[in-house]
């Protein structure tokens, strides 16, 4: 169990479970809720915020983030609820990035885009995932493309200029030209962020048992995927977002500062059902199920089966977040960290992927090109099987 302590600042994500409806291909912690489930989620969550700010010292807060599922669904006066929580348990920073996912259906009333742009959310994250219907339909998700316009529209006229949008390439029986459709008409609502993933169909999921029934068509072959996140890095960057991570695209200034925290391994707290914490190295994941979740809380078990990650965890944890960013991997700091500086343990790899253009190295910094990026699983195994401790 941690004990008390104060830090400098602290990285704070708050999961909200519940959907309208599961999409396709989803394998998150998610699903539909009632309003008694909701009302239930909000007293816990605050129940569990009072607990860490009093076992943490009440800690100073440097992001906050609620994620899911659809936060968008939950009430304003619910919201409330959990901010004036927040802001007594923790120390809140006037002006910290302060992010909000919606997704467009739950997002088509001007009085909740207010009543947000009110309680200080000054980042709204959009599921957005396609600007075309038939695709929408086929992952099954909840709104429109048009209801993607409005919602990003409201957003804007409330006041809140910092929108993300989340899209996803590799769609079954995806070509190019669909892709490059979504890409325009995301890119016209002119977001200062897109996240844009390649859709890996999880096992168990609709979506998966309708590829492997053949009932729909097949996911794109290996070239067209390549040319996908191609065209996404020159697209993007023509229209002045920077790939700072291989799937996260911003303006220069406006980078989330919440996974950016992530990616460099800021200390995290997680409150709700599943959500994960890290702090000083020690980890713990909470109950999934509300039921197990609202025990944990009533008995204050939550952090309980925390346990201290590994040097060697940590180690390929580094080199896994660091390699995937344009920040890349700072040499020096790894080397004081795990005992081996990449570019010495690792010469001829490092030379080689200098060669062939996967990755520039200056001021003792390892970053991924673009191209790179693309191979950073297979690059981060090649060097972890140099760099990994045994322990
Ligand atoms: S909206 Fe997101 S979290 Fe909810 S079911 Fe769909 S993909 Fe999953």
Redesign the pocket.
Known sequence: MLQACRRPFMLLYIHFPF?????A??A?A??PGSREDIAAWTRLVCAEARLWGRRLAKPELQTVYLG???PSLLPPESLHRLVHTLQSAFVWPQGIEWTLEA?PDSFQDPAYAKSLYDLGVNRISF?VQSMADRELDLL???HTAAQAVRAVTLAREAGVSNISLDLLWGLPGHTLTQWEHTLEQALALKPRHLSCYGLTPEPDTPLAGDLEARAIPPLPDEDMLTAMYDHTVDALGQFGLEQYEIANFAQPGWESQHNSGYWQGWPYLGLGPAAVSTLEGSRWTNPTHLAAYARAVTQQTLGQSAHQLTCRERCLETLMLQLRTRAGLDCSTFAREFGTDPLTACPELCAQLQNQRLADIAAGTLRLTSAGMLMANSITERLSSVLLPSH
Do not use: M, V
């Not at 959907?19 to 999409?23: N, P, Q, T, W």
């Open positions: 959907c309208r409806s599961k999409c291909y989803c998150f998610s699903g899911g599922g659809t997704n599921g099954g998700r909840a």
